[in-house]
Every structure is written in C-alpha cells, then in structure tokens.
C-alpha cells in the first residue's frame, strides 16, 4: 500500500463548479496534511494545512480531515481555468522536521 | 512568507560530468532542507533529508555516493549530482523548514539535463 494515494485523474469540471479532490493515507501516526498546487514545470505551491479534524476555509478552498478514516479531501469553488493544475496531496508525521510524503498528484482541468 | 531559492534554474551538462545545485533560505535559517526528484508526469519523490551539521538521511534506493549533499550552514544546503548520466535528467526541488511547526517552504526547482 502506497503511503499517500490519491485518484490520478484527469478530474475535468466546468467553470463555476465545485471540484472535490480526494486523498487517502496509510500512517495513523501523520498529524500534518497539506495540499499543493503545481503548475506544469514548476514547483509546488503551498494551498492549505490542516491538522485537526473537520473543515477548515480559505477564500474559495476547504479542506477537509478524517483521521479516523485516514482521509483528506480538498474543495475548490467557483472552479476557475486558473485553478488547472496538478494537486498534490501530502502528508507529515509532525514538525517541520519530519519528511513530508507526497501522494502521485490529481491532474484538474477547469473547462471555460 | 518564507523565501527558498535554487541556482542554477536549468542546466545542461555532459554524460560523465558533475553539477551542484545550491538551495537557499533567504530570509529564515532552515535548519532542515530536503531534496526531491521529479520525473515528468510523476509526482516529488524525497531524495534526502539535509540536517545542518550533520550528515543527510538518504532514502531507500538514493545512491549517496552519487548525488553528494552538504549543508553547511543555515541558509545553504548543496546537492551535487556526481557522474551524471541522461537517466538523471530530472526536475531537483528542494524545501526548506525552519523552527518546528511551521511549513516546508519550496525552492522554484532545478531542471537538470544531460545529454
């Protein structure tokens, strides 16, 4: 089983929609879960962090945790072609000590 | 936010050649900075972790004696790709985290090709 899994896509969704990317991973022990952006030939871009359970917003993204479940979600609103791009979804066990362990990335395209 | 910047941002060498990538924290000490590969249409992978001072803590499968990394202070670390050959034609991006807690910071990535 892979450390961080997520659905590789391509997710394609219309402008204005909501679209919903989804993350899974294996260690009980991670306390700390990121999602990036990253555009085609660049590095990844910090979204969003979070730590505990439940949601947590930021302008037109949320992130959702699970612990229990061992699964982390991102929601983008109000999808924009901008917002086309690969979402990396990563994982930390606990400080920024601790390696961060990425998922394989799901590629969105936001169609005008 | 915090600041990471790499140099050189591409490069091309010859088979058989060395090349060194420096990554730097510009405006906070990092006193941890990690390496990652990325092939094309595939995701990071960690390479090493870099402590200043001490050693790095390469990953399963990563030859140490091939990609050599050094940080020698808290705002430089160094990978430096050894007998490069074209299957080392990647994308090298490296982070940087500082006090504990806070995020990991991305440099803008090296994209190193040999021919």
């Known amino acids: 089983q892979k450390e961080v899994e997520q659905n590789s896509g391509p997710l394609s969704v219309p402008e204005g929609a909501i679209a919903s990317l989804n993350c899974t991973y294996s260690?009980?022990?991670?306390?700390?879960f990121f999602w990036y952006r990253q555009y085609s030939g660049k590095s990844p871009e910090l979204i969003m962090s979070?730590?505990?359970?439940g949601d947590k917003e930021d302008g037109r993204f949320t992130a959702q945790l699970n612990k229990a479940s061992q699964y982390v979600s991102l929601l983008i609103r109000d999808s924009q072609p901008s917002d086309s791009a690969t979402y990396l979804c990563?994982?930390?066990?606990?400080?920024?000590?601790?390696?961060?362990?990425f998922g394989p990335g799901t590629s969105l395209s936001v169609i005008p | 936010g915090a600041v990471v910047s790499q140099h050189p941002s591409w490069v091309i060498c010859k088979s058989g050649t060395s090349v060194k990538i420096e990554c730097r924290s510009l405006?906070?000490?990092?006193?941890?900075m990690f390496w990652y590969r990325q092939f094309p249409k595939q995701s990071l992978m960690l390479m090493a972790t870099?402590?200043?001072?001490?050693?790095?803590?390469?990953e399963q499968g990563v030859e140490k004696d091939k990609f050599l990394i050094n940080h020698a202070s808290l705002t430089l670390s160094t990978l430096t790709v050894t007998s490069a050959h074209p299957e080392d034609s990647s994308f090298y991006i490296c982070?940087?985290?500082?006090?504990?807690?806070?995020?990991?910071?991305f440099g803008p990535g090296t994209r190193l090709t040999v021919t």
């Open positions: 405006d906070f000490q990092a006193t941890t």
């Open positions: 979070i730590y505990s359970n």
């Open positions: 870099s402590n200043e001072g001490s050693k790095a803590t390469y």
């Open positions: 982070s940087a985290g500082g006090l504990g807690g806070t995020e990991q910071y």
């Open positions: 260690d009980r022990v991670s306390q700390s």
């Open positions: 990563a994982v930390r066990r606990r400080t920024s000590y601790d390696k961060v362990i």
